[in-house]
């Protein structure tokens, strides 16, 4: 299908291991977005890029976190020195462009535990 | 800042009744976004419908339609003849205009009932 792949869909690390989570937005979506959400909670945003550009890294909960999109198509985020506060699923959304407000498309999510 | 609140954690219905789920947000905004998404087991997330703030008419797909109150910052989604396949959790969502980010509300989980 056309939709946004997220690989894996289940993760297990032990703590202090690093991991890699990838993302595949939809062809030609400019925005993409990486969001985590905790077990029987909302999401809550971690990052934005626009294209290759990284415009927001806010919502990152702190400097073991780290995405990139080199390319301005498929992203990763990499989480080092992964804690058990880090499980989580981790959702990955594409939109075509942020003018206008273009919904967001999101993947399956990576299901992320630590043990 | 931004908060969206669901204060119903766990509905239920009748397969073939209508159900209302409620969402509240505050905001000082007068521009913005409002959405409601479904999340079955599945994990993906799916939009539903969403309600841009400056059309006074309430958004409606289908089954599924909204009571946007602008002045009382409440945005409850209606679904009509409700079927098995609506068992889900169900998310309401913000975006201040010309924003990127969401703000998402703790969820609803919708049982239906055969």
């Known amino acids: 299908g056309a939709g946004v792949s997220q690989s894996p869909r289940y993760k297990v690390a032990k703590r202090g291991q690093d991991v890699a989570l990838r993302c595949d937005p939809i062809?030609?979506?400019?925005?993409l977005f990486w969001y985590q959400q905790a077990l029987g909670q909302g999401p809550e945003f971690l990052t934005y890029?626009?294209?290759?550009?990284?415009?927001?890294k806010s919502g990152l909960p702190s400097d073991r976190f780290f995405a990139e999109r080199p390319e301005g198509s498929v992203s990763t985020l990499k989480i080092q020195r992964t804690q058990q506060e880090d499980s989580a699923v981790y959702l990955c959304?594409?939109?075509?462009?942020?003018?206008?407000?273009?919904?967001?498309?999101f993947g399956d999510g990576t299901r992320l535990s630590i043990l | 800042a931004q908060t969206v609140t669901q204060s119903q954690p766990e509905m239920s219905v009748q397969e073939a009744e209508t159900v209302t789920l409620s969402c509240t947000y505050d905001?000082?905004?007068?521009?913005?976004?409002l959405f409601w998404y479904k999340q079955p087991p599945s994990r993906q997330m799916i939009l539903v419908i969403r309600q841009e703030a400056y059309k006074q008419q309430n958004a409606t797909e289908n089954r599924f339609s909204v009571n946007f109150q602008k002045a009382a910052k409440s945005f409850s989604l209606k679904i009509s003849d409700s079927q098995l396949g609506d068992a889900a959790m169900y998310f309401c969502?913000?975006?201040?205009?010309?924003?990127?980010?969401?703000?998402w509300g703790a969820g609803t989980k919708l049982i239906i009932k055969p």
């Open positions: 890029f626009q294209n290759e550009a990284q415009l927001d």
């Open positions: 062809s030609g979506h400019v925005s």
């Open positions: 969502a913000y975006d201040m205009d010309s924003n990127y980010q969401l703000i």
């Open positions: 959304a594409s939109s075509l462009h942020t003018e206008g407000n273009q919904p967001q498309h």
């Open positions: 905001t000082s905004e007068s521009d913005y976004y």
